[in-house]
C-alpha cells in the first residue's frame, strides 16, 4: 500500500458524501495503490451508513466504527494503528484540509521527509480567536518542552518510520500536536490557504478549547508543579521580608496595633495560591489515574477490516 488517508468522522454525515468524493479523485490521480481508513467516532446521525456505503462501492475504502464517541485523538490513533500504508495521510472530515496537497506531499515525502506538514494561515478566521490562539502558543513554547507552531494542526504526511514512532507511545491523554513534535525527524512545512468547513458543524466550543489548552500544558511536562513551587518560594521571601520589617518596628517604635487590612489580604492572597497550586497538583494526579487504569483508547464496534481489535 502507498498511500493511507487517516479521516476522523464524528457527525459529519453533510460533508462526508463531498469529501470521499474529492479525496478519491484526488488520490486516483495520484495512484491506484491507496486506501481511506474513515473512522466513525460514535456519531449519531448517518455517517455509518454513509461509510459503508461507501465501503459497498469502492474496495479502497475502509471504515471503523467506535461503539461511542472517543474524542478525534483516539479516531486517529485507531485509523493510525490500522495504515497499512507506506506513507499515511491524517486529515479532517470537513475538507478544511484540502486533499489536493496530497500530491505535494507525496513528493516531499518521497524526498525523504518524514512529516510533511500542512500549515494554514489565518485567513476568515475570526480576529479574536486568532489573537487568542497566538497567545496561546506563546505560552506553550514558554511552558513545555515542545515547540507547537500557530497553524499546524494534524493535517500531515507522515512516513512509516514516524507512524511508528508515534505507534510506540501508548499514553492515555494524547495530545498529538505535541507528539508530533516530539517525535521530531526530517520536518517540511507546506503552506495553505485556510477554508471553511464545506458543510455541516464545528464540535468545538468555547470551553472544549480551554480544555484543549491545558491538555497541551499539562501532558507534556511538569513545569506548572516547579511555577508553584517559585511562587511559594517567593512567597516565603516577600513575607520573611515583611516580619523583618515589623519587626524592627516592634524594636524601634514599641508595638503599635497590628493591621487588619494587611492580615486579610495576606491571608486571601496565599489562600489563592495554596489552591491554585494544589489544583495544578491535582490535575497531575488525574492524569497519572487515568494512565495508571489502562483502558483502551476506544472500542471498536464494527468495521469492514478483518482484524477487530489491532493494537
Ligand atoms: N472529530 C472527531 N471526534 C470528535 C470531534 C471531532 O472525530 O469528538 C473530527 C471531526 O469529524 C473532523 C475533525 O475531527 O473530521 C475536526 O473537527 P472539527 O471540524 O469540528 O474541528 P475544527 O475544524 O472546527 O477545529
Ligand atoms: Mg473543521
Known amino acids: 500500500m502507498l498511500i493511507s488517508t487517516v479521516v476522523p468522522c464524528y457527525n459529519e454525515e453533510k460533508v462526508l458524501s463531498l469529501t470521499y468524493n474529492e479525496l478519491s479523485e484526488e488520490l486516483r490521480n495520484i495512484t491506484e495503490d491507496y486506501e481511506i481508513i474513515f473512522i466513525d467516532d460514535g456519531s449519531r446521525d448517518g455517517t455509518l451508513s454513509l461509510l459503508k456505503e461507501f465501503a459497498d462501492g469502492d474496495t479502497h475504502v475502509r471504515y471503523i466504527s467506535f461503539s461511542r464517541n472517543f474524542g478525534k ?81 494534524d493535517f500531515r504526511m507522515l512516513s512509516r518510520k514516524a507512524l511508528d514512532a508515534l505507534l510506540t507511545m501508548n499514553e492515555y491523554n494524547r495530545f498529538s500536536k505535541g507528539l508530533f513534535s516530539w517525535i521530531g525527524f526530517k520536518e517540511k512545512i507546506i503552506r495553505y490557504q485556510n477554508r471553511s468547513r464545506a458543510a455541516g458543524e464545528s464540535k468545538w466550543n468555547f470551553g472544549s478549547l480551554v480544555r484543549y489548552g491545558v491538555d497541551g500544558v499539562l501532558s507534556f511536562n511538569n513545569k506548572p508543579l516547579r511555577f508553584c ?10 513575607s520573611l521580608l515583611y516580619v523583618i520589617f515589623l519587626l524592627l518596628g516592634i524594636i524601634f517604635k514599641g508595638i503599635d496595633m497590628p493591621g487588619y487590612f494587611t492580615t486579610i489580604f495576606t491571608i486571601c492572597l496565599f489562600g489563592g495560591v495554596q489552591l491554585i497550586s494544589i489544583g495544578i497538583v491535582g490535575e497531575y494526579v488525574g492524569r497519572i489515574y487515568y494512565e495508571v487504569k489502562r483502558r483502551p483508547h476506544y472500542l471498536v464496534d ?5 482484524d477487530k481489535n489491532k493494537k
Open 229 to 238: 513551587i517559585f511562587i511559594g518560594a517567593f512567597a516565603i521571601v516577600i
Open 73 to 153: 485523538e483516539s479516531a486517529m490513533l485507531a485509523g493510525m494503528r490500522y495504515s497499512s500504508g507506506e506513507f499515511t495521510v491524517i486529515m479532517d472530515a470537513d475538507l478544511q484540509h484540502p486533499p489536493e496537497l496530497i500530491a505535494q506531499m507525496l513528493e516531499y515525502a518521497r524526498q525523504g521527509c518524514d512529516q510533511v506538514i500542512a500549515q494554514r494561515d489565518r485567513t476568515g478566521d475570526r480576529k479574536l480567536g486568532s489573537f487568542f490562539a497566538r497567545m496561546y502558543y506563546r505560552l506553550v513554547d514558554r511552558l513545555t518542552d515542545v515547540e507547537l507552531t500557530d497553524g499546524i494542526g
Open 302 to 306: 464494527e468495521t469492514n477490516f478483518s
